[in-house]
């Protein structure tokens, strides 16, 4: 098994990953201590904001669910992601791109 490294010119996150989850074979989402999610096309190597969290979270894990992956194998239609995340005060919220659930 081989890793790959790609060292980006200019760092998108300016603060200590914290967590990571795959989505996919192409997709990988990153959070750090500067409170940025951010959501990695592996294969053109760009990355975009998915959303900002609150100063007062410290994330320490998340996972992201795809809404375009449906169940029991069927596909639905539309490419959202929902961020279930996990701070260090124990608190477990749901994230979307433009608003925040408990």
Do not use: R
Not at 4 to 10: C, P, Q, R, S
Not at 25 to 53: A, G, M, P, Q, Y
């Amino acid at each position: 098994m081989k890793f790959k490294i790609a060292v980006t010119k200019h760092p998108d996150q300016t603060e200590v990953m914290s967590c990571v989850d795959w989505n996919g074979l192409d997709e990988l989402f990153s959070c750090s201590d500067d409170h940025l999610v951010l959501k990695w096309n592996l294969v053109n190597k760009d990355s975009i904001k998915f959303c900002e969290l609150p100063s007062e979270v410290s994330p320490i894990d998340f996972h992201v669910y795809s809404k375009s992956q449906g169940t029991l194998g069927v596909k639905k239609s539309g490419t959202g992601h929902d961020l279930l995340l996990t701070s260090a005060d124990v608190e477990s919220t749901i994230h979307t791109k433009n608003q925040q659930e408990d």
